[in-house]
């Protein structure tokens, strides 16, 4: 049967998918939508496969809090190439996961997977848009994090995102304060006492041998060694942790303190941060 303009806008309208790919859809489905639905799916079903082995290490990362600022979500939708991570249907796409993700406040990423939006899963929709698309797309992170007051920060570009929580609820502007401090300075931890045991061990173990390998402490006892490794594990605790960086918009003043001079209660509960670059 003719495939007619009005029938091919129509399609678009439920797929999204490019003209010339709802007319030959419609054209093998002799005019039926259903089938040629199916037939755009499969598409990306197949150029998924096709794709599967390829680095999709483009997209956007987003962070949203909830209307009460109690939680926040982040996500990351990849695709392969920078020109398909700014226009403006791929970025509208992952907002709306985004907004899924706030609005459901699933468990996990499998569980934000298997969320039913437009009548389908979201598993099923980043695939359809595989298809649309032409790239290898993929929903790759899932984050939450839930406090008195949740604050995201969202660098231009859509590249790099973070969400902080308070104990307490305070003016937003400090609270966007610290999470553009966690966008730039990328802390490891909260402070000291939150640094994993791995990683503690694995700083120990290079400080102390970075001290052993420095000619200037040849023949200088264990005791003197193990003092001097320790000066550097404090430096690495000052630059690591973020309440003991230093305030990136006042280098007078460590996080901590910038929090007590707002506050003296006030304290960062935990923090979230990815970034694409």
């Known amino acids: 049967m003719a495939v007619t303009a009005a029938d091919v806008s129509k399609l678009r309208k439920i797929t999204g998918a490019g003209m010339m790919d709802c007319k030959h859809a419609l054209e093998e489905a002799n005019g039926d939508y259903d089938k040629a639905i199916e037939i755009i799916r499969k598409k990306g079903q197949l150029i998924a496969s096709k794709r599967a082995d390829r680095e999709a290490g483009e997209g956007v990362v987003l962070a949203q809090s909830t209307g009460d600022g109690q939680r926040g979500v982040m ?29 459901k406040n699933p468990a996990d990423l499998d569980a934000l997977r298997q969320l039913n939006m437009e009548g389908r899963s979201i598993g099923e929709l980043v695939m359809e848009q595989i298809g649309i698309i032409g ?31 308070l104990n307490k609820k305070t003016d937003l502007q400090i609270g966007k304060d610290i999470a553009m401090q966690v966008a730039a300075m990328n802390p490891i931890a909260v402070d000291k006492d939150s640094v994993t045991a791995d990683i503690l061990a694995k700083e120990k173990e290079i ?51 910038y929090l007590q001079s707002v ?5 960062v509960t935990g923090f979230l941060r990815f970034s694409l670059k």
């Open 75 to 103: 996500i990351v939708l990849n695709c392969e190439t920078d020109f398909v991570a700014k226009n403006e249907n791929f970025v509208k796409f992952a907002r709306s996961i985004l907004d899924l993700a706030l609005e």
């Open 207 to 257: 400080a102390l041998e970075q001290t052993k390998n420095d000619p200037r402490n040849q023949g200088k006892p264990v005791n003197i060694l193990d003092r001097i490794a320790e000066g550097k594990l404090e430096k690495f605790f000052k630059e690591g942790t973020l309440l003991n960086q230093e305030f990136t918009k006042d280098s007078s003043k460590t996080i901590r303190q």
């Open 135 to 165: 790239e290898k797309i993929d929903l790759s992170y899932y984050g939450k994090l839930e406090a008195p007051q949740v604050v995201p920060y969202i660098h231009p570009g859509n590249k790099l995102a973070t969400l902080i929580g």
């Open 263 to 267: 506050d003296q209660d006030l304290m």
